[in-house]
């Protein structure tokens, strides 16, 4: 479903849901006696997904986006089961910093827990209740100048991801060059102060 006023807000909202069972051939073991057997059998699966984006123009040529995503599946076999929740929200803001420059940046988390189901022995994944979780931040800045005879159109972006046990990703240039060390901790500094903002509120 897509609305719009007319002015400067819009909105989007869709989903899909599904259901069924899939026929499946799954070879068994058994540790007493030592055996290995095939089985015909079936696996249930089911699930659904809701997108909802919200996006808002202001009168200067900027606009931000915020987009919320949930989904959930399940499926139960001869073997194993999963039941997965992916709750997932984005944050993008657009605007122009001067006449010739645009500058996008945004923010992103992403919480997916998940709950395994032992069906056999020999089968086992732990733990069976896990969480990943995922916070993103990313920027991208286009400038363009123009002289008599051409125009260039320069961009750059990076971004760096979070994650709960302290990895993150150094960011690349679009040229495919590191950035400078001493700046990029500048940024990482203000960064972690973000991502521990956003934890104190998903905790």
């Given at each position: ?79 194993l089961g999963e039941t997965r929740n992916t709750f997932d929200i984005d944050f993008v803001h657009h605007f122009k910093a001067l006449p010739r420059q645009d500058i996008i940046w945004g923010l992103g988390a992403r919480w997916s827990p998940s709950d395994f189901t032992q069906k056999v022995a020999t089968v086992d994944f732990l733990p ?76």
């Amino acid at each position: 479903m897509d609305w719009a006023n007319q002015g400067s807000n819009s909105f989007v909202v869709q989903g899909d849901l599904y259901m069924g069972r899939l026929g499946e051939r799954q070879n068994i073991a058994s540790y007493s006696p030592p055996a290995s057997i095939n089985i015909d059998g079936t696996q249930d699966v089911s699930g659904g997904n809701i997108l909802g984006r919200w996006k808002h123009a202001f009168n200067e040529g900027s606009d931000f986006q915020l987009q919320a995503y949930y989904d959930r599946t399940y499926r139960l076999g001869v073997q194993l089961g999963e039941t997965r929740n992916t709750f997932d929200i984005d944050f993008v803001h657009h605007f122009k910093a001067l006449p010739r420059q645009d500058i996008i940046w945004g923010l992103g988390a992403r919480w997916s827990p998940s709950d395994f189901t032992q069906k056999v022995a020999t089968v086992d994944f732990l733990p069976h209740n896990q969480s990943d979780m995922c916070i993103a931040f990313s920027r991208k800045m286009k400038s363009q100048s123009s002289g008599i005879n051409f125009r260039r159109r320069l961009g750059r972006s990076s971004s760096t991801t979070f994650t709960p046990d302290g990895r993150f990703s150094l960011p690349r240039a679009c040229c495919g060059r590191r950035p400078n060390i001493k700046r990029f901790g500048r940024q990482l500094r203000a960064r972690f102060e973000a991502l521990r903002a956003l934890m104190k509120i998903f905790s």
